[in-house]
Nanobody, 128 residues
Framework: QVQVVESGGGSVQSGGSLRLSCVAS????????MGWFRQAPGKEREGVATILSDGRTSYADSVKGRFTVSQGDTKNILNLQMNNLKPEGTAMYYC??????????????????????WGKGTLVNVSS
């Protein structure tokens, strides 16, 4: 069973920064395909960022130039550096993961919500 755990949420003022981290565990020899999503109060969940199999990054238009997604020291860690946060960025941020054999590419871009394993989320609150 894969476990996905997010950390790093908190409260900041508009223009501030936060760094989220996500750790997936449970499979030792497979590839984790991971992505960040968020859901604001009263809104649908949206994809925020991911790293594609070829190393390229994929971002929602609303966060381009302000958020940076990166892999941690090991491939089961996905970080999200969020700079110049805006009040509309207030949301629960979720990390999600798929598990695939090493020879298979990860599916989809930052919008791909069909991932099998989801964390419980970490809350980001941005005040104006």
């Amino acid at each position: 069973q894969v476990q996905v755990v997010e950390s790093g949420g908190g409260s900041v003022q508009s223009g501030g920064s936060l760094r989220l981290s996500c750790v997936a565990s449970g499979y030792r020899y497979n590839t984790y395909c991971m992505g960040w999503f968020r859901q604001a109060p009263g809104k649908e969940r949206e994809g925020v960022a991911t790293i594609l199999s070829d190393g390229r990054t994929s971002y929602a238009d609303s966060v381009k130039g302000r958020f940076t997604v990166s892999q941690g020291d090991t491939k089961n860690i996905l970080n999200l550096q969020m700079n110049n946060l805006k009040p509309e960025g207030t949301a629960m941020y979720y990390c999600a993961a798929d598990v695939r054999p090493p020879n298979l590419r990860c599916a989809g871009d930052h919008t791909y919500g069909g991932r099998d394993y989801w964390g419980k989320g970490t809350l980001v609150n941005v005040s104006s």
